[in-house]
């Protein structure tokens, strides 16, 4: 029997800014010098917000957390691409693209001390409340997806999770059906290396996850995560496509989770001291910083005025947070079903009549 000629599993890098701040001309995004300033501005806010959200947990004034921390250039860059009519579907480690999105952060502090309100997304904001379960957005995702394209709606719907998930069945059935399909959606995998405690290597046989879309029919991309041009750039060019009825797109996003899992983990018992000193190099903040400073619009007198503003209004998050009044017990229920079942109405009027 003839052997039949298999096509190349390797997919295409993309790296628009180096470790150093150097950036490729040829492959830069068309943002103004303003847009570049925003992009820089949303990092700074978010990664002043989870510093400030870590603060809180250990004091008690929060719940368990999910640092955003190396995060910041794959969540920004990616959101910065989207448009407001765009779905998306986010999981427990997104509060950045919440954020960018337009969530007021205060429902983010509200949702991690368990208050089911932090999660009733403002009515016009296409945003999904996140996941905690692993992988469990993605079916959800295409069924967006698919919605979208029924009706013939010129949207994309993006949807973001870690490289956890892409060892569950969710993924591998989403991504059939996307395929199947030609289903305007942007997989997006923030591939920070560890599923919790478990290492890629224990994943995956896989050089890369992007090579997954591979199998299903449509592209994948790897882009470095930590390059918030990059992701930009990627995210952009997926969801142009998705809106001309071009099909799916997985890119990959390189990067790492410089803290713990959650709050809750301590990551120092199954990563060494020396890989962290390794991806702290890398470090996404620091990188753009250098390719601002190299075009004249970023020098520490403008820094110190951003980082100002950032603690500034993460002050007044924290305040709006905490001046919030008790949760209802009844909102256990009460943003589950549109429709409460028999047995849940039940429960509801036990509530109301203790």
Request: with cysteine.
């Amino acid at each position: 029997m003839p052997k039949k000629t298999l096509k190349s599993f390797a997919v295409e890098w993309l790296q628009v800014l180096d470790e150093q701040g150097n950036c490729d001309e040829m492959l830069r995004p068309a943002l103004s010098d303003a847009q570049l300033q925003k992009l820089y501005e949303w990092m700074i806010l978010i990664r002043t917000f989870d510093e400030k959200a870590f603060n809180l947990q250990r004091q008690g004034r929060l719940g368990t957390y999910a640092p955003v921390h190396g995060h910041e250039a794959t969540q920004v860059g990616s959101a910065f691409a989207l448009q407001p009519s765009d779905w998306v579907f986010a999981s427990y480690r997104d509060g950045a693209v919440y954020g960018v999105r337009g969530l007021p952060l205060a429902m983010i502090f509200q949702y991690w001390a368990g208050d089911e309100r932090g999660m009733q997304i403002p009515k016009g904001e296409n945003d999904f409340p996140m996941t905690i379960q692993v992988g469990t957005q993605i079916p959800l995702a295409v069924g967006a997806a698919y919605a979208a394209k029924l009706r013939k709606e010129a949207i994309a719907v993006a949807v973001y999770f870690g490289d956890g998930a892409t060892s569950k069945g969710d993924f591998h059935e989403g991504l059939n059906f996307a395929g199947v399909h030609r289903l305007p959606i942007v997989f997006i995998c923030e591939n920070n290396h560890y599923a919790i405690s478990v290492p890629l290597k224990y994943q995956t046989g896989s050089d890369t996850l992007a090579q997954k879309a591979i199998a299903y029919g449509f592209t994948g991309i790897q882009v470095d995560g930590n390059d918030a041009l990059g992701v930009y750039r990627a995210t952009l060019e997926a969801l142009e496509k998705a809106r001309k009825g071009e099909g799916p797109t997985l890119i990959e996003c390189f990067t790492y989770r410089m803290g713990d899992h959650t709050t809750a983990d301590d990551a120092s018992r199954y990563r060494s001291a020396e890989e962290v000193q390794i991806w702290q190099k890398k470090d996404p903040v620091e990188r753009f910083e250098k390719y601002l400073e190299s075009k004249g619009i970023w020098n520490k007198s403008y820094e110190e005025k951003v980082r100002s503003k950032a603690q500034e209004e993460v002050a007044q998050v924290v305040r709006e947070f905490e001046s919030l009044p008790p949760p209802d017990p009844e909102d256990m229920i009460r943003y589950t079903f549109d429709t409460l079942p028999p047995d849940l109405a039940k429960q509801m009027e036990n509530l109301k009549s203790s």
